[in-house]
C-alpha cells in the first residue's frame, strides 16, 4: 500500500516550484521602475481648482490651449530645493512663449512658508496653494516633487516623480507640443 | 590588515564546512567511526571562523576603518559607541555574518552536548546538514555578499547607518535576538532531515532537539515583540500588518514553529503526527529563508531591504534546495512513516492539539498568501496591488478567536477522551467567567461582538490557567505541608514543562487583549499649538513651551517640548523631535511616549515648529499597548521555565515519557 | 444541575451575540467613511491606510471620502474613483475576482478541507476496532528506545 504521505509530497512539491519560479521572475525586476509611470499619463487632466499667491483661482478651465508644466512641491522638501536650478533655468528659457504655463502647486505647507521661500529664491512662476488638496488628489501625486505636462487639449503625457534636470522638463514640454 | 583577516576568516569557514560535510559524508557512507568523530570537530572550526570574521568585522567598525565598504557606508567617526557596534547588523553584508555567528554557535552547542553520541549516525547527519547550510552562508558572504570588501582610495569619513537605526537603543537588541530565533530553526531542520535520512523518525529525535527548538521559539517571540516595540518608538504607529513585510516574514516561521511545539507533544505521548511533525521543521526552516529571501532581495518593499542586493538568486536557489531535499526525503520514506497511534475522542487533548495546528497552519497559509499575493498578481496578471490591514484582519480574526478558544479549552482536557464529569469540574467556572465577562464587556459598550467575544474567551482561559496553577500548588501545599508561595514553586518545578506552557498562554492572552484593547480603542488627532496656549485633547491638556534644537555631528534636532496634564495632575514634558542627518533627505520623527498602564500618549511632531512658534503635533491616545510588552515578558519568564530541568527527572530507560504534561496527580490530589 | 449551569451559560452568551450583532452595523455617513479609510492606502507611506496615517495627503483623502460619501456615491463608486485615479495599489484590500479568489477563498477552503479531513479520520478511526501493535509498530517503538539510550 502507498503512503498517502507521497502523493502529498508530490502536490507539495509542484506548487512550491510553480512559486519558486514566480518568485524567480520577480528577482530581476527594478523597484525603482515606476518613477516615471503615472495611471493618469494619455489621460485627460483632472479637474482642480488653485488659489495662487496673490489670490486668484486657476482651474485646469482655464488653462485649456496652453502647454502646461505642472509641478508640486513644497518649502520643506529636501530634493524640491535640488530641483529648483533646473526648473529656474527651464523656466527662464520658456518664460517669453505665450502658450507656456508654468505652475507650482504647494503640497501640504503653510503659507507664511511658502512666501518667505518665494521671495528668498526668486521664484518667477505662478505659486499657487491647493487648500481643498484637490489638485493634490486629481493629479494622484504620492509625494513631492512630482511634474505632469499638458498638452493644449488637456491631456496627461509627461509625469516624473522626484527632483527633474532640465532635460526631463524640455522632454516633458516636447512632449506638450507635439500636435495631436 | 582587518579586511585580509575578514576575508581569511571567511575562507576558513567555508573550508571547514567543506571539510566537515565531505569527512561525515564518508564517514556515514563507509560507517566508520573515526572519521564521524572527526567531522564532528569542523564545527569548531566552523564556530572559530565565525567569531573571527565577527570580531574582525567589530574591529574595523571601532577604529571606523573605511577602506572597508561596508564600515563606510555604514559608519562615520560621529556615530555613538552603541551604533557603531550594532553596524554589524545594520545592513545586509554585516547580518549574513551575525547570522553565520548564531549559526555556529547553535552547532556548537548541539556538537558539544550530543559529543558522546558523535558515532550515532542521527547525530552525524544532523551535523552534516547543519554544516551545509553554514557552508552556504560562508560562500554567501565570499561570494556576492562579502562584508570585507575594501575601498581605495580609503574615505576620510562614512555615510553613517541609516537613520532609522541610529534612533533607539533598542536597536542593538532587536535584531540579535530575531537571529537567535531565526537561525535556531536550523537545529531542529538538521535533525529533522537526519531522522529521515537515517530512517529513526521515531520520538528520538524529537527529544533530541526538544529544548533547542523552545529556545528559538522563545528568541524569536521575544525578537517579534521588540521589533513591534521599536518600532513604536522610533517609526510612529500605523497599526499591526504595517509594520512592514519583514514583520510578516518573521511571523510565518513563529506560526510553524508554534505549530510544531505543540504538536510534538502530540507525537511523544500518542506516537502520532510523525509526517506533519516532520513537514512542519522543514517548512519552519524553509520559511525563515523564504523570509530573508522575500526582505533581502527587495522584491518587496521594506525598511529592512538594504538597497539592491545581488544575494536574491542565491536565497532563493538554497529555498529550493531546501524544500526539495525535505519533500523529496519525505516522499521517499513516505511508506515507512505510518503512525501507529489513533484519535480516541473529539473531545481529548489530541484532538484540540490537532486543532491547534489547523489554525496554526492556516494562520501561516494567510499570512504567506497576503504576503506574497501582491507579487503572484505583478508575474502572472502584471497587476500592481496591495494587500494590507483589512484583508489580515478580516481572515485572521476568526482564527484567533478559535485559538483563544482552544488554549482556554485545551489545557483542561485529558488525553484520549474527556467524561463530562472532568470537564464540568475544569471548565464550568472559568467559561462562567468568561461568558460573564463578555456581557460586562457589551454593557459597557465595547466595539462590536469581536472585541467583546475575545474579552470573554480571554477570560475564560485566564480563569482556566488560574485555576489549574492554584490547583497544582494545593496539591503540592498539601502533599509537602508548605505555605502557598514555596508550594506554587515546588508545583511548578514538578513539571516545568506544563506550567512553563500556561505562563506563555498567559502572556499570549495579554497579547490579545492589548491588540484589541489599542486596535478599537485608541484615538488619532493632529493639533496646531502656539506657544504657551493650552488646548484640549482627547483628555489631556497640551501647552507648547517651545522648541529647542540641538545640533550634534551626528544629527541636527528639533525638539518639541510639551507639557501635558491630565484631570489637573502634572504628567510632565514630553518632547517629540524630528532629526535631520547629513546626506539624508526626509527628517525622521521621534515619538514621544507617556507610557501607562491603561493608555499610552503618543506625541509625533508633524511639523517642526514655524518662526510664529507654531507647530503642529499628531497626538494619539493608545490603549493598554504596554501590555504588549508586558505580554511578551511573560511569554519569554514561561519559555525559561519550560526549559527548566524537571525535579520528577525522567528515567534514562525511558525517552518516551519524556513528556509528563497531563497533571494525574495534580487533579487527583484536587478530587 | 451541571446541566442546567452549562445551558445557562450557553443561553447567555447565545442571547449575547444576538443582541450585539444586531447592535452592530453602523451606516452612518461617517461610519462608512472611516470604513472607507481603512482600506484606502495612504499614497505617501507604503502599507498604512489613511485612516491611520497622519500624513497631510491621508488627511485629505479622508476628507475627500467624506465629502463623497455626504454626496451620496456608493462605496463602489468610491473605490472604483480612487482605483482609476491611483491604480489598484492603492487599495490594501484585493478585490475578490479572478486571481482576488485565490487570496480570498483558498484559505476559507483549506480550512474547511483541513477540518473535515480530521473528522472524518476520528469517525473512520472511532469505527476502527482498536488496533493492536503490529511487529513493524513494535520495532519502531524498540528503535526509538535505542535511540535514546
Same mark, same amino acid.
Given at each position: 500500500?502507498?503512503?498517502?504521505?507521497?502523493?502529498?509530497?508530490?502536490?507539495?512539491?509542484?506548487?512550491?516550484?510553480?512559486?519558486?519560479?514566480?518568485?524567480?521572475?520577480?528577482?530581476?525586476?527594478?523597484?525603482?521602475?515606476?518613477?516615471?509611470?503615472?495611471?493618469?499619463?494619455?489621460?485627460?487632466?483632472?479637474?482642480?481648482?488653485?488659489?495662487?499667491?496673490?489670490?486668484?483661482?486657476?482651474?485646469?478651465?482655464?488653462?485649456?490651449?496652453?502647454?502646461?508644466?505642472?509641478?508640486?512641491?513644497?518649502?520643506?522638501?529636501?530634493?524640491?530645493?535640488?530641483?529648483?536650478?533646473?526648473?529656474?533655468?527651464?523656466?527662464?528659457?520658456?518664460?517669453?512663449?505665450?502658450?507656456?504655463?508654468?505652475?507650482?502647486?504647494?503640497?501640504?505647507?503653510?503659507?507664511?512658508?511658502?512666501?518667505?521661500?518665494?521671495?528668498?529664491?526668486?521664484?518667477?512662476?505662478?505659486?499657487?496653494?491647493?487648500?481643498?488638496?484637490?489638485?493634490?488628489?486629481?493629479?494622484?501625486?504620492?509625494?513631492?516633487?512630482?511634474?505632469?505636462?499638458?498638452?493644449?487639449?488637456?491631456?496627461?503625457?509627461?509625469?516624473?516623480?522626484?527632483?527633474?534636470?532640465?532635460?526631463?522638463?524640455?522632454?516633458?514640454?516636447?512632449?506638450?507640443?507635439?500636435?495631436? | 590588515?582587518?579586511?585580509?583577516?575578514?576575508?581569511?576568516?571567511?575562507?576558513?569557514?567555508?573550508?571547514?564546512?567543506?571539510?566537515?560535510?565531505?569527512?561525515?559524508?564518508?564517514?556515514?557512507?563507509?560507517?566508520?567511526?573515526?572519521?564521524?568523530?572527526?567531522?564532528?570537530?569542523?564545527?569548531?572550526?566552523?564556530?572559530?571562523?565565525?567569531?573571527?570574521?565577527?570580531?574582525?568585522?567589530?574591529?574595523?567598525?571601532?577604529?571606523?576603518?573605511?577602506?572597508?565598504?561596508?564600515?563606510?557606508?555604514?559608519?562615520?567617526?560621529?556615530?555613538?559607541?552603541?551604533?557603531?557596534?550594532?553596524?554589524?547588523?545594520?545592513?545586509?553584508?554585516?547580518?549574513?555574518?551575525?547570522?553565520?555567528?548564531?549559526?555556529?554557535?547553535?552547532?556548537?552547542?548541539?556538537?558539544?552536548?550530543?559529543?558522546?553520541?558523535?558515532?550515532?549516525?542521527?547525530?552525524?547527519?544532523?551535523?552534516?546538514?547543519?554544516?551545509?547550510?553554514?557552508?552556504?552562508?560562508?560562500?554567501?558572504?565570499?561570494?556576492?555578499?562579502?562584508?570585507?570588501?575594501?575601498?581605495?582610495?580609503?574615505?576620510?569619513?562614512?555615510?553613517?547607518?541609516?537613520?532609522?537605526?541610529?534612533?533607539?537603543?533598542?536597536?542593538?537588541?532587536?535584531?540579535?535576538?530575531?537571529?537567535?530565533?531565526?537561525?535556531?530553526?536550523?537545529?531542529?531542520? /538538521? *535533525?529533522?532531515?537526519?531522522?529521515? +535520512?537515517? %530512517?529513526?523518525?521515531?520520538?528520538? #529525535?524529537?527529544? @533530541?532537539?526538544? &529544548? $533547542?527548538?523552545?529556545?528559538?521559539?522563545?528568541?524569536?517571540?521575544?525578537?517579534?515583540?521588540?521589533?513591534?516595540?521599536?518600532?513604536?518608538?522610533?517609526?510612529?504607529?500605523?497599526?499591526?500588518?504595517?509594520?512592514?513585510?519583514?514583520?510578516?516574514?518573521?511571523?510565518?516561521?513563529?506560526?510553524?514553529?508554534?505549530?510544531?511545539?505543540?504538536?510534538?507533544?502530540?507525537?511523544?505521548?500518542?506516537?502520532?503526527?510523525?509526517?506533519?511533525?516532520?513537514?512542519?521543521?522543514?517548512?519552519?526552516?524553509?520559511?525563515?529563508?523564504?523570509?530573508?529571501?522575500?526582505?533581502?532581495?527587495?522584491?518587496?518593499?521594506?525598511?529592512?531591504?538594504?538597497?539592491?542586493?545581488?544575494?536574491?538568486?542565491?536565497?532563493? /536557489? *538554497?529555498?529550493?534546495?531546501?524544500? +526539495?531535499? %525535505?519533500?523529496?526525503?519525505?516522499? #521517499?520514506?513516505? @511508506?515507512?512513516? &505510518? $503512525?501507529?497511534?489513533?484519535?480516541?475522542?473529539?473531545?481529548?487533548?489530541?484532538?484540540?492539539?490537532?486543532?491547534?495546528?489547523?489554525?496554526?497552519?492556516?494562520?501561516?497559509?494567510?499570512?504567506?498568501?497576503?504576503?506574497?499575493?501582491?507579487?503572484?498578481?505583478?508575474?502572472?496578471?502584471?497587476?500592481?496591488?496591495?494587500?494590507?490591514?483589512?484583508?489580515?484582519?478580516?481572515?485572521?480574526?476568526?482564527?484567533?478567536?478559535?485559538?483563544?478558544?482552544?488554549?482556554?479549552?485545551?489545557?483542561?482536557?485529558?488525553?484520549?477522551?474527556?467524561?463530562?464529569?472532568?470537564?464540568?469540574?475544569?471548565?464550568?467556572?472559568?467559561?462562567?467567567?468568561?461568558?460573564?465577562?463578555?456581557?460586562?464587556?457589551?454593557?459597557?459598550?465595547?466595539?462590536?461582538?469581536?472585541?467583546?467575544?475575545?474579552?470573554?474567551?480571554?477570560?475564560?482561559?485566564?480563569?482556566?490557567? $488560574?485555576?489549574?496553577?492554584?490547583?497544582?500548588?494545593?496539591?503540592?501545599?498539601?502533599?509537602?505541608?508548605?505555605?502557598?508561595?514555596?508550594?506554587?514553586?515546588?508545583?511548578?518545578?514538578?513539571?516545568?514543562?506544563?506550567?512553563?506552557?500556561?505562563?506563555?498562554?498567559?502572556?499570549?492572552?495579554?497579547?490579545?487583549?492589548?491588540?484589541?484593547?489599542?486596535?478599537?480603542?485608541?484615538?488619532?488627532?493632529?493639533?496646531?499649538?502656539?506657544?504657551?496656549?493650552?488646548?484640549?485633547?482627547?483628555?489631556?491638556?497640551?501647552?507648547?513651551?517651545?522648541?529647542?534644537?540641538?545640533?550634534?555631528?551626528?544629527?541636527?534636532?528639533?525638539?518639541?517640548?510639551?507639557?501635558?496634564?491630565?484631570?489637573?495632575?502634572?504628567?510632565?514634558?514630553?518632547?517629540?523631535?524630528?532629526?535631520?542627518?547629513?546626506?539624508?533627505?526626509?527628517?525622521?520623527?521621534?515619538?514621544?511616549?507617556?507610557?501607562?498602564?491603561?493608555?499610552?500618549?503618543?506625541?509625533?511632531?508633524?511639523?517642526?515648529?514655524?518662526?510664529?512658534?507654531?507647530?503642529?503635533?499628531?497626538?494619539?491616545?493608545?490603549?493598554?499597548?504596554?501590555?504588549?510588552?508586558?505580554?511578551?515578558?511573560?511569554?519569554?519568564?514561561?519559555?525559561?521555565?519550560?526549559?527548566?530541568?524537571?525535579?520528577?527527572?525522567?528515567?534514562?530507560?525511558?525517552?518516551?515519557?519524556?513528556?509528563?504534561?497531563?497533571?494525574?496527580?495534580?487533579?487527583?490530589?484536587?478530587? | 444541575?451541571?446541566?442546567?449551569?452549562?445551558?445557562?451559560?450557553?443561553?447567555?452568551?447565545?442571547?449575547?451575540?444576538?443582541?450585539?450583532?444586531?447592535?452592530?452595523?453602523?451606516?452612518?455617513?461617517?461610519?462608512?467613511?472611516?470604513?472607507?479609510?481603512?482600506?484606502?492606502?495612504?499614497?505617501?507611506?507604503?502599507?498604512?491606510?489613511?485612516?491611520?496615517?497622519?500624513?497631510?495627503?491621508?488627511?485629505?483623502?479622508?476628507?475627500?471620502?467624506?465629502?463623497?460619501?455626504?454626496?451620496?456615491?456608493?462605496?463602489?463608486?468610491?473605490?472604483?474613483?480612487?482605483?482609476?485615479?491611483?491604480?489598484?495599489?492603492?487599495?490594501?484590500?484585493?478585490?475578490?475576482?479572478?486571481?482576488?479568489?485565490?487570496?480570498?477563498?483558498?484559505?476559507?477552503?483549506?480550512?474547511?478541507?483541513?477540518?473535515?479531513?480530521?473528522?472524518?479520520?476520528?469517525?473512520?478511526?472511532?469505527?476502527?476496532?482498536?488496533?493492536?501493535?503490529?511487529?513493524?509498530?513494535?520495532?519502531?517503538?524498540?528503535?526509538?528506545?535505542?535511540?535514546?539510550?
Amino acid at each position: 500500500m502507498k503512503h498517502p504521505a507521497r502523493w502529498i509530497a508530490l502536490a507539495v512539491a509542484v506548487v512550491a516550484l510553480a512559486f519558486v519560479a514566480v518568485l524567480a521572475t520577480q528577482v530581476s525586476d527594478d523597484p525603482q521602475r515606476e518613477d516615471n509611470e503615472s495611471v493618469l499619463l494619455n489621460h485627460p487632466a483632472p479637474e482642480f481648482s488653485v488659489r495662487t499667491l496673490d489670490g486668484t483661482t486657476i482651474t485646469q478651465a482655464d488653462l485649456a490651449g496652453k502647454e502646461v508644466i505642472v509641478n508640486f512641491w513644497n518649502s520643506w522638501c529636501i530634493p524640491c530645493h535640488e530641483e529648483l536650478p533646473a526648473l529656474k533655468e527651464f523656466y527662464d528659457a520658456h518664460a517669453t512663449d505665450p502658450d507656456f504655463v508654468m505652475l507650482g502647486i504647494v503640497r501640504a505647507d503653510s503659507q507664511d512658508a511658502i512666501r518667505a521661500y518665494v521671495d528668498a529664491e526668486g521664484v518667477d512662476w505662478v505659486v499657487a496653494f491647493d487648500p481643498g488638496a484637490n489638485a493634490t488628489l486629481g493629479f494622484a501625486t504620492r509625494g513631492q516633487p512630482e511634474t505632469f505636462a499638458i498638452n493644449s487639449d488637456g491631456t496627461i503625457v509627461g509625469f516624473k516623480a522626484g527632483p527633474s534636470s532640465r532635460n526631463e522638463l524640455e522632454t516633458m514640454l516636447a512632449a506638450a507640443r507635439v500636435p495631436s | 590588515m582587518k579586511a585580509f583577516v575578514g576575508v581569511f576568516a571567511l575562507a576558513l569557514g567555508t573550508v571547514s564546512s567543506v571539510f566537515g560535510v565531505i569527512v561525515l559524508g564518508l564517514g556515514l557512507k563507509k560507517r566508520d567511526e573515526r572519521m564521524l568523530e572527526l567531522g564532528r570537530r569542523f564545527v569548531f572550526g566552523v564556530l572559530a571562523a565565525a567569531v573571527l570574521a565577527f570580531l574582525a568585522m567589530e574591529w574595523a567598525l571601532l577604529s571606523h576603518d573605511f577602506s572597508l565598504e561596508y564600515v563606510y557606508e555604514n559608519n562615520a567617526r560621529a556615530t555613538p559607541l552603541l551604533y557603531t557596534i550594532a553596524g554589524l547588523w545594520a545592513n545586509l553584508e554585516g547580518s549574513i555574518i551575525l547570522w553565520a555567528l548564531v549559526l555556529a554557535g547553535y552547532l556548537a552547542f548541539a556538537a558539544r552536548r550530543f559529543r558522546d553520541r558523535s558515532t550515532d549516525p542521527l547525530v552525524a547527519w544532523a551535523t552534516l546538514v547543519g554544516l551545509a547550510v553554514a557552508l552556504f552562508f560562508f560562500a554567501l558572504m565570499l561570494g556576492p555578499a562579502n562584508p570585507f570588501k575594501t575601498l581605495s582610495p580609503t574615505p576620510s569619513d562614512g555615510l553613517g547607518p541609516n537613520p532609522l537605526l541610529q534612533n533607539h537603543p533598542l536597536m542593538a537588541i532587536h535584531p540579535p535576538m530575531l537571529y537567535l530565533g531565526y537561525v535556531g530553526f536550523t537545529l531542529p531542520f /538538521s *535533525f529533522a532531515i537526519a531522522a529521515l +535520512a537515517t %530512517g529513526r523518525f521515531g520520538e528520538g #529525535w524529537l527529544a @533530541d532537539i526538544r &529544548r $533547542a527548538t523552545l529556545i528559538a521559539w522563545g528568541f524569536l517571540t521575544v525578537g517579534i515583540i521588540l521589533g513591534g516595540w521599536w518600532s513604536y518608538e522610533v517609526l510612529g504607529w500605523g497599526g499591526y500588518w504595517a509594520w512592514d513585510p519583514v514583520e510578516n516574514a518573521s511571523l510565518l516561521p513563529w506560526l510553524t514553529g508554534t505549530a510544531f511545539i505543540h504538536s510534538v507533544i502530540v507525537q511523544e505521548r500518542r506516537g502520532m503526527l510523525r509526517v506533519w511533525n516532520l513537514s512542519l521543521v522543514i517548512a519552519t526552516f524553509s520559511l525563515t529563508i523564504l523570509g530573508t529571501f522575500l526582505t533581502r532581495s527587495g522584491v518587496l518593499d521594506s525598511v529592512h531591504s538594504f538597497t539592491e542586493s545581488p544575494i536574491g538568486p542565491w536565497l532563493l /536557489s *538554497f529555498l529550493a534546495v531546501v524544500a +526539495a531535499v %525535505g519533500i523529496g526525503l519525505i516522499a #521517499w520514506r513516505g @511508506d515507512r512513516l &505510518r $503512525a501507529p497511534g489513533r484519535i480516541d475522542s473529539p473531545v481529548s487533548r489530541e484532538s484540540a492539539f490537532l486543532g491547534n495546528n489547523l489554525i496554526f497552519a492556516a494562520l501561516a497559509f494567510v499570512v504567506l498568501l497576503g504576503t506574497v499575493y501582491p507579487l503572484l498578481a505583478e508575474a502572472l496578471q502584471g497587476r500592481q496591488l496591495s494587500v494590507g490591514e483589512p484583508y489580515f484582519n478580516r481572515m485572521t480574526t476568526p482564527l484567533g478567536l478559535v485559538l483563544l478558544f482552544l488554549m482556554a479549552v485545551a489545557p483542561a482536557l485529558p488525553w484520549r477522551a474527556a467524561s463530562g464529569e472532568v470537564l464540568q469540574r475544569r471548565l464550568l467556572v472559568p467559561a462562567w467567567i468568561g461568558g460573564l465577562t463578555m456581557v460586562v464587556a457589551l454593557l459597557l459598550g465595547t466595539n462590536g461582538i469581536t472585541d467583546s467575544v475575545t474579552f470573554g474567551l480571554a477570560a475564560f482561559a485566564l480563569a482556566g490557567i $488560574a485555576r489549574q496553577m492554584v490547583v497544582g500548588a494545593r496539591a503540592q501545599g498539601r502533599a509537602n505541608g508548605v505555605a502557598w508561595p514555596a508550594a506554587t514553586l515546588r508545583a511548578i518545578r514538578s513539571n516545568p514543562r506544563l506550567y512553563g506552557g500556561l505562563i506563555v498562554h498567559t502572556g499570549i492572552v495579554l497579547i490579545a487583549i492589548a491588540l484589541v484593547a489599542s486596535s478599537s480603542y485608541s484615538t488619532r488627532r493632529e493639533v496646531r499649538l502656539t506657544r504657551d496656549n493650552t488646548v484640549n485633547v482627547s483628555g489631556y491638556s497640551l501647552t507648547y513651551l517651545g522648541s529647542r534644537i540641538t545640533d550634534t555631528k551626528q544629527k541636527v534636532t528639533v525638539h518639541a517640548r510639551i507639557r501635558v496634564e491630565r484631570d489637573g495632575d502634572a504628567l510632565g514634558v514630553l518632547t517629540p523631535a524630528i532629526s535631520s542627518f547629513p546626506g539624508r533627505t526626509s527628517g525622521i520623527g521621534t515619538p514621544a511616549v507617556k507610557t501607562g498602564i491603561v493608555r499610552d500618549l503618543y506625541l509625533t511632531l508633524v511639523s517642526s515648529p514655524t518662526e510664529r512658534e507654531r507647530v503642529t503635533v499628531g497626538v494619539q491616545v493608545n490603549s493598554m499597548i504596554v501590555w504588549l510588552w508586558i505580554g511578551g515578558g511573560v511569554v519569554a519568564l514561561g519559555t525559561l521555565v519550560a526549559l527548566m530541568p524537571s525535579l520528577r527527572r525522567r528515567s534514562q530507560r525511558d525517552p518516551l515519557g519524556a513528556d509528563d504534561a497531563e497533571p494525574r496527580v495534580l487533579e487527583g490530589a484536587s478530587a | 444541575m451541571n446541566r442546567l449551569a452549562w445551558a445557562a451559560l450557553a443561553l447567555l452568551v447565545v442571547v449575547a451575540v444576538v443582541v450585539a450583532a444586531t447592535q452592530a452595523g453602523d451606516s452612518s455617513p461617517r461610519a462608512r467613511a472611516n470604513a472607507l479609510a481603512e482600506e484606502i492606502q495612504c499614497p505617501e507611506c507604503d502599507g498604512v491606510s489613511v485612516a491611520q496615517s497622519l500624513a497631510p495627503t491621508s488627511r485629505a483623502i479622508v476628507r475627500d471620502l467624506r465629502r463623497r460619501v455626504a454626496a451620496g456615491e456608493s462605496d463602489d463608486d468610491i473605490r472604483a474613483a480612487y482605483v482609476e485615479r491611483y491604480g489598484e495599489s492603492i487599495r490594501l484590500n484585493p478585490e475578490g475576482d479572478g486571481l482576488g479568489l485565490l487570496v480570498w477563498g483558498l484559505p476559507v477552503t483549506l480550512v474547511l478541507a483541513g477540518a473535515g479531513a480530521l473528522v472524518f479520520a476520528s469517525r473512520r478511526w472511532r469505527r476502527e476496532p482498536l488496533m493492536h501493535a503490529t511487529g513493524a509498530d513494535e520495532e519502531l517503538v524498540e528503535r526509538a528506545r535505542r535511540d535514546d539510550a
